[in-house]
């Protein structure tokens, strides 16, 4: 089972409410990662967990904070957001935070209002 | 750093004609190589990866990509397009960038559309 799920799949959220993101792969991977992607653009990195430990912080705004509370999970905590953050946020995973492949998550439409 | 260019913007294709699609990338090693499709909305699907070897690769739905170091290329191929094939490709590469990190460039994208 090569799946990686993301919750919820549309967000609309206005510049002054706290939401998070959700992501959760059950494939025993041990790397984890956060990207954006504006439309038809490629997706930007934002932040990497290895081993539950982030380990790429792309000097990303505070107004998004990550959380690894396991090997299974991980979060994004959106806060203050601005219009431009609105994006398709997609979540991927990878059996190690090297030379391998990373799977993709169906993604989070977030709109920010 | 490594970068990756993916020439055409957009490819049209008839239902059933063969299709490439180009990618081209910027390594001083030997890099990691990816083929992803995404449909609208969507996430990113793997489609094939080449990461030493045969350099021709095969991967999931009849698509294969060949691998030449010469001409810093990893094209993307597929003998006989069907209209589901419609979708934005992206290729990547996977490198070290700054010390022990390893991440993924993206080239810009290809959209296929597909006639009927």
């Known amino acids: 089972d090569t799946e990686v799920t993301q919750t919820p799949k549309h967000l609309v959220m206005g510049m002054t409410n706290k939401k998070s993101l959700k992501c959760e792969q059950h494939?025993?991977?041990?790397?984890m990662y956060w990207y954006k992607q504006k439309a038809k653009k490629p997706p930007e990195l934002m932040f990497v967990?290895?081993?539950?430990?982030?380990?790429i912080n792309e000097s990303v705004p505070s107004r998004f904070s990550p959380e690894c509370p396991n090997s299974s999970l991980l979060n994004l905590h959106l806060h203050a957001l601005q219009p431009e953050d609105s994006a398709l946020y997609l979540c991927a995973s990878s059996p190690g935070a090297r030379a391998y492949e990373q799977y993709f998550g169906p993604g989070t439409r977030l709109t920010v209002t | 750093a490594q970068s990756v260019t993916q020439p055409d913007i957009h490819i049209t294709v008839s239902e059933g004609a063969s299709l490439e699609l180009r990618c081209n990338y910027s390594y001083g090693a030997t890099p990691y190589l990816f083929w992803y499709v995404q449909s609208p909305g969507q996430g990113l699907q793997l489609l094939l990866k080449y990461f030493s070897g045969d350099t021709l690769v095969q991967g999931i739905k009849g698509f294969e990509a060949e691998f030449k170091r010469s001409q810093s290329s990893f094209n993307l191929r597929k003998p006989s397009v069907h209209w589901s094939d419609a979708a934005e490709y992206f290729c990547a590469v996977g490198a070290l960038s700054g010390g022990s990190n390893y991440k993924l460039t993206f080239g810009k994208g290809t959209l296929l559309t597909v006639n009927p």
């Open positions: 494939m025993g991977h041990r790397a």
């Open positions: 967990y290895s081993y539950e430990k982030l380990s």
